[in-house]
């Protein structure tokens, strides 16, 4: 493989779900929320959507989604990481977007949008 290894992330949504700020054994802090993204192109009349966990580490981004309320608009941008976690079943793992940005986003002033 030659080049440089690229993980960004650019979305713009609604917040479906918002968290609150929780804090891990290892003392850091997260709030996580969640954002809906309206997939592109699919040409069958539906609305299709992917719902994106956005992890928000950094005091900056925790504050501004400490802000934020179901169907605000939004841009995140940042990297995608995978989280290893222990549940009742055993280790377990998901994707999510850790964001290093994330503001209101203009609405696009359509019926859904």
Same mark, same amino acid.
Request: charged residues 25%; hydrophobic residues 35%.
């Given at each position: ?13 609604? @917040? ?5 700020? $929780?804090?891990?054994?290892? #003392?850091? *802090? +997260?709030?996580?929320? &969640? =954002?809906? /993204? ?15 966990? @956005? ?5 900056? $981004?925790?504050?501004?989604? #400490?802000? *934020? +309320?179901?169907?605000? &608009? =939004?841009? /995140? ?37």
């Amino acid at each position: 493989m030659s080049g440089t290894d690229v993980n960004e992330v650019h979305l713009v949504g609604r @917040v479906t779900a918002v968290g609150e700020v $929780t804090e891990l054994p290892s #003392g850091d *802090l +997260v709030h996580s929320l &969640r =954002v809906t /993204v309206r997939r592109v192109g699919r040409g069958n009349g539906r609305t299709v959507v992917d719902a994106v966990d @956005v992890a928000c580490w950094s005091a900056a $981004t925790r504050r501004v989604a #400490g802000r *934020l +309320v179901v169907q605000d &608009r =939004v841009e /995140v941008t940042g990297a995608l990481r995978r989280r290893f976690f222990r549940t009742g079943g055993g280790a377990a793992s998901r994707y999510e977007v850790e964001a290093h940005r994330i503001r209101r986003a203009p609405s696009t002033g359509g019926p859904s949008g």
